[in-house]
């Protein structure tokens, strides 16, 4: 899987977008970018991913640049149950039950 | 769905006791994952089965760790003898194999070794 690089920690006012930037530049052509976040003491949990297009769901919006080697997730209106570890991870999609592999993340603490 | 389930939640134990943690994935997820969480060393893949086959264990620390999945509603992880450095939170993880899917995450074990 390709290496991913995010900042340590960020900061969001509470109601303002959260927007968390991802370096993948090695990432190949058929390498997906999946965004999961992990809430203090919790199993990690998915949020969103996606391969070339823009994609948004109920969580979040990710945005890829249009050379792939660069992302950010967004999050429109962040709220204080937000405060978690947000890994973004690159990896091949197949059908043979691929990994995960988790790098270091994002610590988002959303202030009031 | 009650979604990936872990059991024990918690678990303390003596030095050089055996441990066994216990999964049960999402029903119809056929590949199952398990992870080792510290503040070292961040979320670790430890070995990973499709399909009841162990894919991928080149993450299992040493001899000590080894996983089966007797079916495709279990799993297990079992250290034997535990040391103090295996103190940890033990996660489980399940996804259907196929194009875009998603893992599941069970809330994990948080293992401590005195």
């Known amino acids: 899987d390709a290496k991913t690089t995010q900042p340590p920690s960020m900061d969001c006012a509470e109601g303002r977008a959260a927007n968390l930037p991802c370096n993948h530049s090695t990432i190949s052509g058929n390498e997906y970018v999946y965004w999961y976040r992990q809430i203090h003491s919790q199993g990690p949990q998915y949020i969103i991913h996606g391969l070339k297009n823009n994609e948004t769901n109920e969580m979040a919006s990710l945005i890829i640049t249009e050379d792939r080697k660069s992302s950010t997730l967004i999050l429109p209106h962040a709220?204080?149950?937000?405060?978690?570890?947000?890994?973004?991870?690159?990896?091949?999609?197949?059908?043979?039950?691929?990994?995960?592999?988790?790098?270091?993340?994002?610590?988002?603490?959303?202030?009031? | 769905d009650a979604g990936v389930i872990q059991s024990p939640r918690h678990e303390v134990t003596e030095m050089g006791q055996e441990v066994t943690l216990r999964c049960k994935p999402i029903s119809g997820h056929n590949s199952l994952f398990w992870y080792r969480q510290t503040m070292m060393r961040g979320l670790e893949?430890?070995?990973?089965?499709n399909n009841n086959v162990p894919i991928d264990d080149s993450g299992m620390p040493e001899d000590r760790f080894s996983a089966k999945m007797p079916n495709a509603s279990f799993s297990t992880l079992k250290i034997q003898p535990s040391e103090p450095r295996d103190s940890a939170v033990y996660f489980c993880a399940s996804k259907k194999t196929g194009m875009n899917t998603e893992a599941f995450f069970g809330q994990g074990t948080r293992l401590t070794v005195v």
């Open chain 2, 45 to 49: 893949l430890l070995i990973y089965f």
């Open chain 1, 79 to 112: 709220t204080l149950r937000d405060t978690a570890v947000y890994y973004c991870i690159v990896r091949v999609q197949n059908n043979a039950g691929n990994m995960l592999t988790f790098g270091g993340g994002t610590r988002l603490m959303v202030k009031p």
